[in-house]
């Protein structure tokens, strides 16, 4: 018997959970609000979904109403990605060690 | 047009670079490269999506035009956004994913052809099942987002709204969520999905609004966790590896966060999420306190104490932040160091609106990051330390929480601070924290209150020095 599909993407997702809870512990505590950020940023990776839905329609009817809700997603999805990958970077940026003037 | 095996192997490659991208940030040094790789991550999942459908119509030039559109407000947002405001930012968007993953849900469900799950009304019973979870957990993220957006925001008030029967309440709206999947599956009905989302949106809402503002550190992270999950959900539906990793990763990071924050306040989840903390009680606490002596004093106090001492430990709070004291609070600190006078930052997990949000507002303000230290690493350096400056910070430093088992905060981890030769604590007047309990420590022998604003008071003092 074959087995289903399902199965395997139950696995990766399973396996992601304990590879996130390893990772996000080594994370350091100071860092924490830029690991928000990011995560809201990689979690926009919806927008994959939202870009097959905008293209869905055909090329008489470009908007039909499922494309519309996908071109939405895609405009909320974009803002978290760029918005969230670039306060990340700037927010990085600022984390500075000691100046060696001693 | 790409295969659909080669498109999975890409998926995957995104996946994995995300995973380093939270790896990254297990070290200052290495987390900008780590951004790097989530950046690089998301334009491979972007690009294999084009090519995987194929389509460079009209509805192409369509999608690039929505991506600028939102891309360009979210650089201006990135870019606008003041450091102080990064709990409400990172709240409105959690919004945004959640209802990202409502639209993606409802296109998928009004036209399932396009992602090869079935026709309308007869969608793939697995993918009706994995798509109306989805859509329900990121109806619930979007509108529990919305109101912690609003609470932190200051448009709607801290204070935790209670009703009498919202437990129960909430627990039947959870139930009739659950029966409505079941329902949705078994006839295909959109009406049942229709009423499946508004009833998402309302429990979200309901969920969030008892929770006090003090809590706000936790409901983000939950949220956080739940836009994860949404996010995996609808990565079922679309059998789509890079989601499918994604939302289990920020799924278990967002809860992670919220057992750290939690821990911090020694509190449990669910005694969090029921809510009602610090409602009414703090009112009848502060009326009846009994009038006690305290040692108040000026910047010059303060700036002598200091000048004389060979250790500072600085203890920042929220209320920092709210006076945007953390520039004056800097230049206060390189006087001190040319002074030779050693000092160091005293971070507790809980303070700020949301986990390591101090630490952000230092760095903000060039203070070096390993000056910094977790309550850990440094409290059992207040001991040895001649002078602890307590700036907006307040409950975090409570010695009830060591000594007194019948305080609502007893058994919390609290910053040494009463070990110091001498406290300083800059506050506006004597009023409690947000637990609603009075701080002995504004009492002790070796307090010297500075009443004033944080920031004015800050610049006195380097004035002084």
């Known amino acids: 018997m074959e087995i289903d599909p399902l199965i395997f993407r139950l696995s990766i997702f399973i396996l992601s959970i304990f590879i996130g809870y390893y990772v996000v512990w080594s994370v350091t505590p100071s860092l924490h609000t830029p690991l928000m950020s990011v995560t809201n940023a990689i979690s926009s990776v919806i927008i994959v979904g939202a870009i097959i839905a905008g293209l869905s329609?055909?090329?008489e009817s470009i908007f039909n109403t499922s494309s519309i809700f996908g071109f939405l997603a895609i405009a909320l999805a974009a803002i978290n990605i760029f918005g969230g990958f670039l306060v990340t970077q700037r927010m990085l940026a600022m984390y500075k060690k000691k100046r060696k003037n001693k | 047009?790409?295969?659909?095996?080669l498109s999975a192997i890409f998926y995957l490659v995104s996946g994995v670079l995300f995973i380093l991208a939270l790896r990254g940030l297990s070290s200052p040094e290495t987390s900008r490269q780590g951004n790097l790789f989530g950046i690089l991550g998301m334009i491979i999942a972007v690009t294999v999506t084009f090519l995987s459908t194929g389509n460079f119509s009209?509805?192409?030039?369509?999608?690039?035009?929505f991506?600028?559109?939102?891309?360009?407000i979210g650089a201006f947002i990135a870019y606008k956004i003041p450091m102080t405001a990064m709990p409400e930012l990172v709240a409105g968007f959690h919004s945004l994913v959640g209802l990202a993953a409502v639209f993606v849900a409802i296109s998928a469900?009004?036209?399932p052809e396009a992602f090869n799950l079935g026709t309308p009304g007869n969608i793939k019973l697995g993918s009706l099942i994995e798509m109306s979870i989805g859509a329900a957990v990121g109806a619930v993220t979007f509108s529990g987002s919305i109101i912690a957006f609003l609470k932190l925001q200051g448009i709607m008030s801290g204070s935790p709204i209670t009703f009498k029967g919202q437990?129960?309440?909430?627990?039947?709206?959870l139930i009739s969520i659950i029966v409505l999947i079941y329902l949705l599956c078994s006839t295909q009905s959109s009406n049942l999905f229709w009423i499946l989302l508004a009833v998402s949106f309302l429990i979200g809402f309901l969920l969030i609004i008892p929770i006090g503002g003090a809590d706000m550190p936790v409901v983000i992270s939950m949220l956080n966790s739940y836009s994860g999950?949404?996010?995996a959900g609808i990565g079922f539906t679309l059998e789509n590896t890079a989601l499918i990793i994604t939302g289990a990763l920020v799924g278990s990071s967002g809860a992670i966060l919220s057992y750290i924050m939690c821990k911090g306040m020694n509190r449990s989840f669910f005694n969090v999420i029921l809510g009602g903390f610090g409602a009414t009680d703090g009112v009848s606490n502060t009326s009846s306190k009994e009038q006690r002596p305290v040692k108040s004093g000026n910047a010059d106090d303060a700036a002598f104490l200091m000048k004389n001492a060979s250790s500072v430990i600085i203890v920042p709070g929220y209320g920092m932040a709210v006076a945007q004291a953390q520039h004056a609070l800097r230049e206060m600190v390189d006087t001190l160091k040319k002074n030779d006078i050693k000092v160091s930052y005293a971070i507790h997990p809980v303070a700020g609106r949301m986990p390591g949000h101090m630490n952000?507002?230092?760095?903000e303000a060039n203070v070096p990051y390993d000056e910094v230290f977790e309550l850990e690493e440094i409290n059992n350096d207040f001991a040895n330390a001649d002078v602890a400056f307590v700036i907006g910070a307040n409950d975090v430093t409570n010695p009830v929480a060591k000594t007194d088992p019948q305080s609502p905060i007893y058994g919390m981890p609290v910053l040494d601070v009463e070990k110091c030769k001498s406290v300083l604590f800059v506050k506006r007047s004597l009023s409690p924290g947000y637990a609603g309990i009075d701080n002995d420590l504004f009492y002790k022998e070796n307090t010297l209150m500075l009443f004033a604003d944080a920031k004015k008071m800050t610049e006195d003092i380097t004035k002084n020095l």
Do not use: T
């Open chain 2, 67 to 72: 991506i600028l559109i939102g891309g360009s």
């Open chain 2, 1 to 5: 047009m790409i295969s659909a095996n």
């Open chain 2, 58 to 65: 009209s509805g192409f030039i369509f999608v690039l035009v």
């Open chain 1, 57 to 59: 329609g055909n090329s």
């Open chain 2, 109 to 111: 469900f009004l036209n």
């Open chain 2, 360 to 363: 952000v507002l230092l760095a």
């Open chain 2, 229 to 231: 999950w949404a996010a």
């Open chain 2, 167 to 173: 437990h129960p309440l909430n627990a039947m709206i």
